[in-house]
Every structure is written in structure tokens, then in C-alpha cells.
């Protein structure tokens, strides 16, 4: 879930500034947000998973690029049109071949969503659409969204106990009581 609000917010609309735009910037995106493995988060698991994706290409980088777009819009559109968000989201699951599966590993059972492919793009796509789905249907479409600072337009996924988010960080909601602050009283 994480990782897809992050994978979104690699580009800046307003500011125009871009975090993924080469494959270096792809490696070190991934190397921050390791697959979800049993727990440990340095697990051998993880390390053998991740290992998987160290030569990555222009190729890898293009599909990504292309998946941010689908996550971003996901975000953006779930609180207004919901099933235009669920067909994102089928869409891109259904491209990505993802498939749950039940694991045991560590003396530990979990689960994981996984895609038949060793594409790069196909396992992160299985994982932040289907993490965003969960969030869909657990908590309803509303819970995505799109920060109302005029100079941020970040997503964020909300999952506080009154579902009111409307900024994607406290900064955002300082600076926007701030500005409100400032045009009252040179209003009056
Ligand atoms: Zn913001």
C-alpha cells in the first residue's frame, strides 16, 4: 500500500519533478520497498526475490513508468468514480497475471500476490493494485485521494479511524490553515 502511494508520488505533477526517470532511480525505488515478505524485513526471502531484479533495463523502467500511470490514476479517480478506479484495477491485475498464493516460509504461513512473470513491473503492479483493492473493499473508494494543497497534488491512501484526510502530510495541513490564516485577515 506504501509502495504504491509512494510509486505515485515519484512524480510531482505541479512541481514537474519526476523520480523515476532513469533505470538507477527504478533500483533504488525497489531497493527502498523490498517485496512484503514473513516479517523479517532483511529476510533471505526478500533478498532472494529482490536479487531477481538487479539487471534491470529501459524496458523495465518504460513498463514501471507506464504502471505509475495507472496507480496514480487509480488514486486520483477512486473517491469520485469508483469504477472507473475498479477497472484500472482489474485491467492492471489482469495484465500483471496475478495470482495469491499461500506461503510457508519461516515457520510461517502468509500469503502473497504474485505474477507468473519475472518482469519487474508485473510483480509491482500485482502488488500495489491488489494492496489498493484491499484497501477499496475494506474501507470503501473514498479512502484514496488526492491531497488538497494547491501546490502539492500528492495521492495518500487514508486509513485513520474518521476517514477525513484531505492532506498528504501534516506539512501540507499546516501550510494550507496557514494560508488560510493570512487570507482572513487581510480580507477583514
Ligand atoms: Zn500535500
Known amino acids: 500500500m506504501e509502495t504504491a502511494v509512494d510509486l505515485a508520488n515519484t512524480l510531482r505533477p505541479i512541481k514537474g519533478e519526476d523520480a523515476l526517470e ?4 527504478l533500483q533504488g525505488f525497489l531497493d527502498d520497498h523490498p517485496p512484503a515478505g514473513p516479517g523479517e524485513p532483511s529476510s533471505s526471502a526478500t533478498d532472494r526475490r529482490t536479487g531477481r531484479w538487479r539487471r534491470l533495463t529501459r524496458t523495465d523502467l518504460t513498463e514501471v513508468r507506464a504502471l ?3 496507480v496514480r490514476g487509480v488514486l486520483e479517480r477512486a473517491s ?14 489482469r495484465r500483471s497475471r496475478a495470482t495469491p498464493a499461500l506461503r510457508h516460509d519461516h515457520g ?11 518482469r ?8 500495489t493494485l491488489s494492496a489498493l483493492a484491499s484497501v477499496i473493499a475494506a474501507l470503501g473508494p473514498t479512502r484514496l485521494g488526492v491531497c488538497a494543497g494547491p501546490s502539492c497534488r500528492a495521492t495518500f491512501v487514508d486509513l485513520s479511524r474518521n476517514g477525513s484526510k484531505q ?3 501534516r506539512t501540507c495541513a ?12 487581510s480580507n477583514s
Open 22 to 25: 532513469t533505470v538507477e532511480q
Open 68 to 70: 505509475r500511470e495507472t
Open 80 to 93: 469520485t468514480d469508483a469504477v472507473g478506479a475498479a477497472m484500472l484495477i482489474n485491467e492492471g491485475l
Open 108 to 118: 510461517r504461513w502468509w500469503t502473497e500476490v504474485t505474477s507468473d512473470t519475472d
Open 120 to 127: 519487474c513491473a508485473a510483480h509491482l503492479a500485482a502488488t
Open 167 to 169: 492532506y498528504c502530510t
Open 174 to 185: 499546516h501550510r494550507a490553515s496557514v494560508a488560510a490564516y493570512r487570507s482572513r485577515r
